[in-house]
């Protein structure tokens, strides 16, 4: 099956992190290094959801954004922080988590803006301690530190095996 996200690429030389995710992150070839705003969801169809994002793009002006800090998660990932521009993010992630796409908001889940950069969990479901302290080590040797402009965002579709198909970019005013 497949599910509708809705996600931010940042515009920025993703080159250190695709080199470090390709080693960490099992989802590197399924989508681009990201900033999630919305979940995968199912369910609603897909004129509703243009529908819907097409209309908060009238509500969302361009803002900066800066990727730096990184966080190890609870459930084993590696993200790359959003510092700068964070507030708004969160405006636009609890933009989007209304109208139709508001039953479908995790509230159990903290949203912290990120861009993930491993998943550490990998083997037979094993957690490798070792490897998780090693590999934050080398990202912060990289001193990742980005800034971009958050100016628009993308509705994609996928099965989280295949690649992710880009539905819909959508540019903010």
Same mark, same amino acid.
């Given at each position: ?28 070839? !399924? ?7 919305? $979940? ?24 900066? !954004? ?7 998660? $609870? ?39 990120? !861009? ?5 969990? !990998?083997?037979?479901?094993? $957690? ?46």
């Amino acid at each position: 099956m497949k599910n509708y996200a809705i996600v931010y690429f940042p515009q920025i030389n993703t080159s250190a992190i695709n080199n470090y995710r390709q080693k960490y992150d099992p989802q590197f070839s !399924v989508i681009a290094p990201h900033i999630t705003l919305v $979940f995968p969801f199912s369910g609603i169809p897909e004129e509703q959801i243009i529908k819907h994002l097409q209309a908060i793009t009238e509500t969302i002006k361009p803002f900066n !954004v800066s990727l730096k800090g990184l966080m190890k998660s $609870f459930d084993y990932y590696l993200f790359l922080l959003v510092n700068g521009g964070s507030k708004e993010i969160q405006k636009v992630h609890d933009k989007l988590y209304s109208g139709v796409l508001a039953s479908q908001l995790h509230n159990h889940i903290p949203f912290i803006p990120h !861009v993930t950069l491993g998943y550490f969990r !990998v083997k037979n479901n094993q $957690f490798d301690s070792t490897q998780y302290e090693n590999a934050y080590k080398e990202a912060e040797e990289m001193n990742l530190n980005f800034e971009t402009i958050l100016n628009k965002f993308t509705l994609i579709k996928g099965n989280g095996v295949s690649p992710a198909e880009v539905i819909k970019i959508f540019d903010l005013k």
